[in-house]
């Protein structure tokens, strides 16, 4: 049965010292300006934030790629884009001021004269704009080009501005295991000081997954019973009824541990699982998360199919249409054994969590789309409605939902209206306001150029998170599943209910 939903709301505006502080003047240059990544995600996002007026005066944004264009060309192609991402948010005449400070320059990544280049462009346009010298590097561009990128940087002596701060973004993927990933660090150490180094997860970014931090530390009734004492078992879901669309180049190669696991998945579980930091600063912060991964419990390789189930999806219908495999699709082999969705069991070694199973799953082409923690209590400990109830009552549940309809849902039990003892589960459910929600990439581009890392990656979370994975994907390399095993539009492979099954659990549905 559905529990009836309670609605609740915010109870008040923002007050005065919630509002965001306006940073100051940048020169924000994206490599792989030309890509799918730039036009869907980051233009949109320093537009929206210039209508919101939380852009300074002093900015602009330089475009680097290896397609050959013009300004006047590159402002074209941002039009349309910012048109497609924003569509009821844009005009025209926004946008004439906002195309002013769009330049594009054609790079050759790994040729060093571009990068000499790309420094004698730099000052005229900061002259222009009045940035102040500050620049963020911004590399979103394919990631077999990330270390040429940055190496040209710092040997081109651009990883320091002798006025003002030198930030350098990295999109995911950050690497492809430990070892890659370890170099990776290593490269943009050789040039660049951790505190310039903003390595991308925008899940951290998105307003409930930074709310899963205030809701347990801020009210003081959720934290004491945050623990194997009271806490059952722990459900994380990233669920996508998309296919792999146009990005099989890359993702034949990563596959839904690299593309989602690695990164979203540990980052929503460190985030639900660490301990509370002595002070909220970015620094203190980054190093909960990282603990919680050095806690995790290495799975077992020569059972690993106890705790992890692959899958891949086959045929089937999506929205009442029908959708191919994911064999089918442009750019995919059609022997490809890549996962499109995973379901894993992990244990943190702590005391907090001791004993307590953390099930992550996420998968493309599923029935649903929706991000979602959700914490199931312990079933109270002495039924004393034991002879009145025919049915066990089912244990309170915690829902954190990320996406969609981001907000807090409580399931708690309510006695049913009338002289027999019969109970109904109630919904509590928290909605956050749509107004007042900020876009992931807004809130990171934001941070960079304030010059907050709490929403980005340390070089020791990158590294964990690899270390724990990249022994379970090279022990996946040796083995030929059974795949597709799931239909689009499905929950999943069978296989993914039967792992929750056998301990006596089920998962929350999609
Ligand atoms: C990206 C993955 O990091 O996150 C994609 O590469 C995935 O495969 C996407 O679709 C999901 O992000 P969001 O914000 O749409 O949930």
Redesign the pocket.
């Known amino acids: 049965m559905n529990p009836p939903e309670v609605k609740g709301r915010v109870m008040a505006e923002a007050p005065e010292g919630c509002r965001i502080d306006i940073p100051g003047p940048f020169c924000l240059t994206i490599f792989g300006a030309s890509g799918d990544l730039t036009r869907r995600r980051i233009i949109p996002a320093v537009y929206r934030l210039q209508r919101l007026g939380l852009l300074p005066e002093g900015f602009c944004v330089l475009g680097a790629a290896r397609t050959g264009m013009d300004d006047r060309a590159f402002r074209e192609l941002m039009r349309e884009a910012v048109r497609a991402a924003a569509a009821e948010g844009f005009t025209d005449a926004d946008w004439t001021g906002f195309a002013e400070r769009l330049h594009y320059m054609q790079i050759d990544y790994d040729v060093t004269g571009t990068y000499r280049r790309l420094k004698r462009r730099l000052p005229a346009l900061e002259k222009r704009h009045a940035t102040g010298g500050n620049r963020i590097f911004y590399i979103a561009t394919p990631p077999a080009v990330y270390e040429t990128i940055i190496e040209n940087l710092g040997r081109a002596g651009l990883s320091r501005s002798e006025v003002g701060y030198t930030h350098i973004v990295v999109e995911?993927?950050f690497g492809h295991d430990l070892e890659s990933a370890r170099r990776l660090n290593a490269g943009l150490g050789r040039y660049f000081e951790e505190r310039q180094i903003y390595r991308m997860?925008?899940?951290l970014a998105?307003e409930n997954v930074q709310n899963i931090l205030i809701f347990r530390f801020a009210n003081s009734i959720f934290e004491p019973l945050w623990n194997s004492r009271y806490i059952d078992h722990v459900q994380i879901t990233?669920s996508?009824t998309?296919g792999?669309g146009h990005?099989a180049g890359?993702?034949e190669r990563?596959g839904v541990l690299r593309?989602?696991f690695q990164?979203?998945l540990l980052q929503l579980l460190a985030l639900t699982a660490m301990e509370p930091p002595s002070v909220f600063e970015a620094e203190r912060v980054r190093d909960e998360r990282v603990k919680v991964f050095r806690s995790i419990r290495p799975l077992p390789l020569e059972r690993l199919e106890e705790h992890l189930v692959i899958g891949q999806y086959g045929r089937g219908r999506i929205n009442g249409l029908d959708v191919v495999g994911y064999r089918e699709e442009p750019g995919v082999s059609p022997e490809s054994l890549t996962p499109t969705f995973a379901a894993l069991r992990l244990y943190i070694d702590n005391w907090r969590w001791h004993g307590v199973p953390f099930y992550l799953r996420s998968g493309?082409r599923l029935s649903a789309?929706k991000?979602e923690i959700s914490i199931h209590f312990r079933p109270v400990p002495h039924l004393m409605f034991a002879e009145e109830m025919e049915e066990r009552i089912e244990p309170n549940t915690l829902m954190l939902r990320?996406?969609p309809d981001e907000g807090i849902r409580l399931v708690i039990q309510t006695k049913n209206p009338g002289s027999r003892i019969c109970l109904t589960p109630v919904l509590m459910d928290f909605s956050y306001r749509k107004a007042l929600m900020m876009d992931?990439y807004e809130r990171v581009l934001l941070d960079c150029m304030q010059g907050d890392q709490m929403l980005f990656v340390r070089a020791d979370g990158v590294e964990e998170s690899w270390a724990l994975l990249t022994p379970i994907l090279e022990r996946l390399a040796s083995v030929r599943p059974g795949v597709p095993n799931y239909e689009a539009g499905s929950t999943g492979p069978p296989e993914a209910d039967a792992l929750l099954q056998r301990d006596g659990r089920a998962w929350m549905p999609l």
């Open positions: 995911k993927p997860d925008h899940y998105k990233v996508e998309d792999v990005r890359y993702y990563a593309d989602m990164n979203h493309k789309q991000a990320v996406q992931a």
